[in-house]
């Protein structure tokens, strides 16, 4: 399985960014895609999360301002971010999972795209 990020790059505070993430090869049809961000010196923290049925998550710091969604023909999950802000700034990974047989989880990453929020 692959996952193909893209969408990153400079915007000034206030503005928007959509960013895409392509899965591809053998997926399971139950799934979760994530969207996930590591800032330069922090931890990677989760920032959205979708199920393949359509239910979302978001970080706190997130809501109101940012969109997941996901094409599910498509194996593709975007993030439409709005209000962008300074803090907003870090490299964004997606992320597949679903739980295989007998019971083990599986994760693929994508390679992670740079959003960098101007003030």
């Known amino acids: 399985v692959q996952l193909q990020a893209s969408g990153g790059g400079l915007v000034q505070s206030g503005g928007s960014l959509r960013l895409s993430c392509a899965a591809s090869?053998?997926?399971?049809?139950?799934?979760?895609m994530d969207w996930y961000r590591q800032a330069p010196g922090k931890q990677r923290e989760l920032v959205a999360g979708i199920v393949s049925a359509g239910s979302t998550n978001y970080a706190d710091s997130v809501k109101g301002r940012f969109t997941i969604s996901r094409e599910n023909a498509k194996n593709t999950v975007y993030l439409q971010m709005n209000n962008l802000k300074p803090e907003d700034t870090a490299v964004h990974y997606c992320n597949l999972r679903w739980l295989g047989l007998p019971g083990t989880p599986v994760s693929y990453w994508g390679q992670g795209t740079l959003v960098t929020v101007s003030s």
């Open positions: 090869g053998s997926i399971f049809s139950i799934n979760t």
